[in-house]
């Protein structure tokens, strides 16, 4: 009886400290994809003098488990007042192309929804409504 008692004991402490673990590593790849994808942004504008036609779908960049990325025209209206979701894509063919706006946003609620914008913001925050193109809102941190 003691045996198995100390067992749940550990048990209990060890589950939740996994589960935190597997929870910051996911979020870990989840900003490794957003850095590829500014990279590659960076490039397309080296090329092309601008971020209009880039399409993120092409890219073969997976976003990992409970998370999804959402590219953006950082000039259209819709995006920088609703977040992600919400604006014209790169690709579109009225996109300005000037600037940009990476949403990963996750289903996971106690995890990170992060933002990165061709202008520097970097922010995080654990309510996806609060993630909009100008900062993460009530509760949000630098990354």
Request: proline residues 2%; charged residues 15%; glycine residues 10%.
């Amino acid at each position: 009886m003691v045996v198995v008692s100390i067992i749940a004991i550990i048990a209990a402490i060890a589950i939740p400290s996994y589960q935190a673990y597997v929870r910051r590593s996911v979020a870990a790849q989840a900003l490794q994809g957003m850095q590829q994808i500014a990279a590659l942004l960076e490039r397309h504008k080296a090329r092309n003098f601008g971020y209009q036609g880039f399409d993120l779908t092409a890219q073969g960049i997976a976003a990992p488990q409970t998370y999804n990325f959402d590219l953006k025209d950082g000039a259209d209206a819709t995006t920088a007042a609703k977040g992600a979701g919400n604006g014209k894509l790169l690709s579109a063919s009225d996109a300005s192309g000037r600037s940009w706006v990476l949403y990963s946003s996750t289903t996971d609620s106690q995890n990170y929804n992060f933002l990165m914008t061709s202008t520097g913001i970097r922010c995080k925050n654990k309510t996806a409504a609060n993630v909009i193109s100008t900062g993460c809102g009530t509760g949000g941190e630098p990354w």
